[in-house]
């Protein structure tokens, strides 16, 4: 087996490709020791000492190295946890058995919720987040939840590499917001939630 890895625009994170899915759907998202109790393989690669996230996407996880820490030190030990579990064939998530089986929390953790009488401008603005902006964003090792919108203000959680990166905001502002504002012009304003 052979693991391929990318870099992501946020220097602290890579992107490994096991040239097999990984999620079967939807992504997950780790920004903590206690959050990956849940993924023996999450819980493998914090216990490194030097990761202080890891996402799994459809077909890739992105680690995320602590500060100071050199990915000429840290790439050869992530290469070989995640090596030992896919080559094993371990469960991605405790309890589940073996293969990928998915204990993920709910999707509306964190929602801010929507304006009453907006159900046709947030399926526009979910479909171009779908279509548009998360293949981009995935690209990059991360991904992207919609949250809310109120007020004019869309809210949008960035995750994976995508999450902490130095271009986010930029992403978030100049890429995100433009998008939007130029298809659904009751966007005003696009924030981090």
Same mark, same amino acid.
């Given at each position: 087996?052979?693991?391929?890895? %990318?870099?992501? @625009?946020?220097?602290?994170?890579? *992107?490994?490709?096991?040239?097999?899915?990984?999620? @079967?759907?939807? =992504?997950?998202?780790?920004? =903590?020791?206690? !959050?990956?109790?849940?993924? &023996?393989?999450?819980?493998?690669?914090?216990?490194?000492? %030097? #990761?202080?996230?890891?996402?799994?996407?459809?077909?890739? /996880?992105?680690?995320?190295?602590?500060?100071? /820490?050199?990915?000429? +030190?840290? *790439? &050869?030990? #992530? #290469?070989?946890?995640? $090596?030992?579990?896919?080559?094993?064939?371990?469960?991605?998530?405790?309890?589940?058995?073996?293969?990928?089986?998915?204990? /993920?929390?709910?999707? +509306?953790?964190?929602?801010?919720?929507?304006? !009453?009488?907006? %159900?046709?401008?947030?399926?526009?603005?979910?479909?171009?987040?779908?279509?548009?902006?998360?293949?981009? /964003?995935?690209?990059?090792?991360?991904?992207?939840?919609?949250?809310?919108?109120?007020?004019?203000?869309?809210? $949008?959680?960035?995750?994976?590499?995508?999450?902490?990166? &130095?271009?986010?905001?930029?992403?978030?502002?100049?890429?995100?917001?433009?998008?939007?504002?130029?298809?659904?012009? !009751? #966007? *005003?304003?696009?924030?981090?939630?």
């Amino acid at each position: 087996m052979f693991i391929e890895t %990318e870099t992501t @625009p946020n220097p602290a994170t890579l *992107k490994f490709l096991p040239g097999q899915q990984v999620m @079967p759907s939807g =992504t997950r998202d780790f920004a =903590t020791p206690e !959050e990956a109790e849940a993924s &023996p393989l999450a819980q493998a690669l914090f216990d490194t000492g %030097e #990761v202080t996230g890891v996402f799994f996407g459809g077909d890739f /996880v992105s680690v995320t190295a602590a500060p100071g /820490v050199a990915w000429s +030190d840290l *790439k &050869p030990q #992530v #290469v070989a946890v995640l $090596l030992d579990h896919f080559v094993s064939q371990a469960p991605l998530f405790a309890g589940s058995g073996t293969g990928n089986g998915i204990a /993920v929390p709910p999707e +509306d953790a964190g929602d801010i919720g929507n304006d !009453e009488g907006t %159900e046709d401008i947030v399926a526009q603005i979910e479909e171009l987040i779908e279509t548009r902006v998360r293949p981009a /964003v995935a690209n990059d090792g991360g991904d992207i939840r919609y949250r809310g919108f109120r007020d004019g203000v869309v809210y $949008l959680a960035m995750q994976g590499a995508c999450s902490g990166c &130095p271009s986010s905001t930029a992403t978030l502002k100049h890429g995100i917001e433009g998008l939007l504002k130029h298809y659904v012009p !009751e #966007v *005003k304003e696009v924030r981090a939630a």
